[in-house]
């Protein structure tokens, strides 16, 4: 990864946190992109913490409020060392994106000027989609390790929330999460595997609306007054699943943490369940098709005998360290 580029001394890289102000899965996204950006491009990293998260998760949507101490910690958290200090002087470009012609032109600039030059990136999807090999920089700087057991943990991140209201193309039925968690737990019994099925989701406690006005929504996505109802997430479907562990509307960072250390993740189609990926660099990552590029080792589920085949050799893997 990277390697052919030289170190440029006065060009840095940071997160432009203006222009987003959505959930945390997408802000850290974005974050964590730009740090892998910078180690790929040998420049300097400056950190810049989010500004605002206005969806806080379902349980905040319900109450149509915000924590007001929730950004805070997530920067405490997510905080990521800087390797040099913005000087009082200097150039600074702003763009909500950019490609890696761009950026290049930025150090070759940066390499003819005595000035220190900072590049403010909203977000890096065009170079980090193209080249997600990159991400793997960002094992570097995960915040979260996970501990040895002999009980193999399988989480499965069933993204549900605004999704209901905001991008219902996005979600992926139930079945499809059960299905694949069984084709694993089939495979987890051949080698004699001890194993955990925990579900991260998010239920509503009642039936309530919500309009472009509430809190934590995107006014651009919703027109009207829409309702979430518990019925919707149907969740009874996963009882079929055996040693289920069930963790509901649970604090956001704790969610991503079990996420990121569980020993295989299956993914949705959601920031959240990609940044859970990226941080998670020993686990087994099933990846659902995304918009954004999946990271080579990551198994792309396609219900396949291929599929079937990647699993059972990273199971074996995992049980030849006992």
């Given at each position: 990864?990277?390697?052919?580029?030289?170190?440029v001394?006065n060009?840095?890289?940071?997160?432009?946190s203006e222009?987003f102000?959505?959930?945390?899965?997408s802000?850290?996204?974005?974050?964590?992109?730009?740090?892998a950006?910078?180690?790929?491009?040998?420049?300097?990293?400056?950190h810049?913490?989010?500004?605002?998260?206005?969806?806080?998760?379902?349980?905040?949507?319900?109450?149509n409020?915000l924590?007001?101490?929730?950004?805070?910690?997530?920067?405490?958290?997510?905080?990521?060392?800087?390797?040099?200090?913005?000087?009082?002087?200097?150039?600074?470009?702003?763009a909500?994106?950019?490609d890696?012609?761009f950026?290049?032109?930025?150090r070759?600039?940066?390499?003819?000027?005595?000035?220190?030059?900072?590049?403010r990136?909203?977000?890096?999807?065009?170079?980090t989609?193209?080249?997600?090999q990159?991400?793997?920089?960002?094992?570097k700087?995960?915040?979260?390790?996970?501990?040895q057991s002999?009980?193999?943990r399988?989480?499965?991140?069933?993204?549900r929330?605004?999704?209901?209201?905001?991008?219902p193309?996005?979600?992926?039925?139930?079945?499809y999460?059960?299905?694949?968690?069984?084709?694993?737990?089939?495979i987890?019994?051949?080698?004699k595997?001890?194993?955990?099925?925990?579900?991260?989701?998010?239920?509503?406690?009642?039936?309530?609306?919500?309009?472009?006005?509430?809190?934590?929504?995107?006014?651009?996505?919703?027109?009207?007054?829409?309702?979430?109802?518990?019925?919707m997430?149907?969740?009874?479907?996963?009882?079929?699943?055996?040693?289920?562990?069930?963790?509901?509307?649970?604090?956001?960072?704790?969610?991503?943490?079990?996420?990121?250390?569980?020993?295989?993740?299956?993914?949705?189609?959601?920031?959240?369940?990609?940044?859970?990926g990226?941080l998670?660099?020993k686990?087994?990552?099933?990846?659902?098709?995304?918009w954004?590029?999946?990271?080579?080792?990551?198994?792309?589920?396609?219900?396949?005998?291929?599929?079937?085949e990647e699993i059972?050799?990273?199971?074996?893997?995992?049980?030849?360290?006992w």
């Amino acid at each position: 990864m990277g390697g052919e580029f030289s170190r440029v001394n006065n060009l840095a890289l940071t997160y432009a946190s203006e222009f987003f102000s959505d959930g945390l899965g997408s802000q850290l996204q974005c974050i964590y992109g730009i740090y892998a950006l910078s180690r790929f491009l040998d420049v300097a990293y400056i950190h810049s913490p989010i500004g605002k998260i206005n969806y806080q998760g379902l349980a905040a949507l319900e109450k149509n409020e915000l924590d007001p101490a929730f950004v805070s910690r997530c920067n405490e958290v997510f905080h990521i060392a800087s390797d040099v200090e913005f000087p009082k002087t200097g150039v600074v470009c702003t763009a909500m994106s950019t490609d890696l012609d761009f950026l290049c032109a930025a150090r070759d600039k940066a390499k003819k000027s005595d000035e220190f030059h900072l590049v403010r990136l909203g977000h890096p999807y065009p170079m980090t989609d193209k080249n997600p090999q990159m991400m793997r920089y960002v094992e570097k700087v995960a915040p979260f390790q996970a501990s040895q057991s002999r009980v193999f943990r399988m989480a499965l991140h069933v993204r549900r929330g605004d999704f209901f209201v905001v991008d219902p193309e996005r979600i992926s039925p139930n079945a499809y999460y059960i299905d694949t968690a069984l084709n694993i737990i089939r495979i987890l019994k051949k080698h004699k595997i001890p194993f955990l099925c925990e579900l991260y989701t998010e239920l509503p406690s009642k039936t309530f609306t919500i309009t472009e006005e509430h809190c934590g929504i995107d006014h651009e996505k919703i027109i009207g007054t829409r309702t979430i109802t518990s019925e919707m997430c149907q969740l009874e479907d996963f009882e079929v699943l055996p040693k289920l562990q069930k963790f509901i509307n649970g604090d956001p960072i704790e969610a991503l943490q079990s996420l990121a250390t569980a020993d295989l993740l299956i993914m949705s189609r959601s920031s959240f369940s990609y940044v859970a990926g990226v941080l998670n660099h020993k686990g087994i990552i099933v990846s659902h098709p995304l918009w954004h590029t999946a990271l080579p080792h990551w198994i792309t589920n396609d219900q396949g005998e291929f599929f079937e085949e990647e699993i059972n050799e990273c199971c074996e893997r995992w049980a030849q360290q006992w």
